[in-house]
């Protein structure tokens, strides 16, 4: 990553790699939608989704040829955050380190604001 920014979305060379070959592998899509909702043990949760139609309301990011989009809302509660991906043995996938989070459930899959 050559440059993190607090009021940016971040993202590491492997979860970018990552989206990349997820949206080849499915064979159509304009980007890949990142988002929060209200779920989990902790209060909320992060969603991904694949991006088929551009919505003129979310931001988007491009990161070495693969676009990025989020809501407004979900933006507020993620900027600064840097989206990794880590593949340590049976432990693979997307990982957030999310500076606006106060907690994070012990299963890693939801946090609180």
Request: aromatic share 12%; with cysteine.
């Amino acid at each position: 990553m050559k440059t993190f920014s607090p009021m940016d979305l971040n993202f590491s060379e492997s979860a970018i790699t990552h989206f990349k070959k997820a949206l080849k592998q499915r064979g159509k899509g304009e980007g890949i939608k990142l988002g929060i909702k209200k779920a989990g043990c902790s209060g909320y949760e992060y969603t991904f989704d694949f991006v088929d139609e551009i919505i003129d309301d979310d931001l988007a990011f491009e990161r070495n040829g693969c676009k990025i989009f989020i809501d407004a809302n979900s933006f507020s509660f993620l900027k600064g955050s840097l989206i990794d991906y880590t593949d340590d043995g049976l432990n693979k996938g997307i990982k957030f380190v999310n500076p606006n989070a106060k907690a994070v459930c012990g299963c890693g899959e939801s946090f609180t604001l």
